[in-house]
């Protein structure tokens, strides 16, 4: 996995400046009202999205900001526009009230989408974020305005992706997803040789997989240095292929880089612990594909209302 910098279009009506704080929400009507503030659903193959092809970027209807590209698009046959994969921190998870599904948001204003669902096997991402058509706009990828709104200008949008894994995934999740900065946090399964793996396979150990957590940031409130400093302080990194009570090789500490520099950091960072007397087992490996994991796995204790029982805050640094 690459670090994911994305330089997308971001467009803002004329005369406005592309920040949250300032940007001016666009009317909606009634239906869409509905759905976007009501968290309503419209009806199945009723949207003008749900067949639609064109190559370009689906943005949030009521503030403009970018949430999916069309390359992630795909049809799953149930009624609604279907992605693979969202645009890096732009599409906020949320327990849904129902108590069973996840509602996804749009990560700038909270308008609702939809709801995501994981291990259904329809793509090789095993994930389907299920969006209303009245959730979003589209602009063509050789477009340089949208004709409802006028000519638009851009702003690039920076993220970064860490990828870590240090114990029950359940943990490391909950820990990091609390530090300011952080745009998103997935539970799932990397450093294996398995396609698709479930998680009673990587329970198998015969994967090769580790339970790890693809981490979205924002690098401008959050340094990788900050995030993997704080990664070694949430698990320990002096046993091998165990966290607590929890015994197996997917459950083992180790850094995933995606890029020369989070390489360079991590082995400074385990040198720098290695020095202070902490004998550190903590493999740094080139990322691989990495595989969400199962629904019930994800915003674990988020959704319990409880506490890590394995991962809890040691200052090491």
């Known amino acids: 996995m690459k670090i994911v910098v994305s330089f997308l279009m971001v467009f803002v009506a004329l005369g406005g400046a592309a920040t949250p704080q300032n940007r001016t929400m666009k009317p909606l009507n009634a239906e869409e009202k509905r759905v976007i503030l009501d968290k309503g659903t419209e009806a199945p193959f009723s949207g003008r999205?749900?067949?639609?092809?064109?190559s370009g970027t689906y943005v949030c209807r009521q503030c403009g900001a970018p949430l999916y590209r069309s390359t992630d698009k795909f049809d799953s046959g149930c009624g609604w526009p279907s992605f693979d994969d969202e645009i890096p921190g732009a599409v906020k998870r949320l327990p849904d009230p129902d108590g069973r599904r996840t509602e996804i948001t749009c990560a700038r204003c909270g308008g609702h989408l939809g709801h995501v669902f994981l291990g259904e096997r329809f793509t090789p991402k095993n994930t389907r974020h299920c969006v209303n058509s009245l959730s979003l706009e589209f602009i063509p990828a050789d477009s340089s305005h949208d004709g409802e709104n006028g000519a638009r200008d851009v702003l690039p949008i920076e993220t970064d992706?860490?990828?870590?894994?240090?114990?029950?995934?359940?943990g490391v999740e909950y820990m990091l997803s609390k530090l300011p900065g952080v745009r998103s946090v997935e539970s799932g399964y990397t450093g294996g040789t398995t396609r698709n793996p479930t998680y009673e396979q990587v329970c198998s150990h015969r994967t090769g997989h580790a339970e790890a957590v693809r981490v979205v940031f924002d690098p401008r409130q959050l340094t990788y240095e900050e995030l993997a400093r704080q990664f070694f302080e949430i698990h320990d990194p002096t046993q091998?292929?165990?966290?607590?009570?929890?015994?197996?090789?997917?459950?083992?500490?180790?850094?995933?880089?995606?890029?020369?520099?989070?390489?360079?950091?991590?082995?400074?960072?385990?040198?720098?612990?290695?020095?202070?007397?902490?004998?550190?087992?903590?493999?740094v490996t080139p990322a691989s594909t990495f595989w969400p994991a199962e629904e019930y796995h994800q915003r674990y204790y988020e959704r319990k209302g409880t506490q890590p029982y394995c991962h809890v805050y040691t200052k090491r640094f």
């Open 49 to 54: 999205f749900y067949n639609h092809k064109a």
């Open 161 to 170: 992706t860490a990828l870590f894994a240090g114990g029950c995934f359940w």
């Open 240 to 283: 091998l292929n165990r966290q607590g009570p929890d015994v197996g090789d997917q459950y083992r500490s180790e850094i995933f880089y995606t890029s020369p520099g989070q390489r360079r950091i991590a082995e400074e960072l385990i040198a720098e612990l290695r020095g202070k007397g902490y004998a550190v087992v903590t493999r």
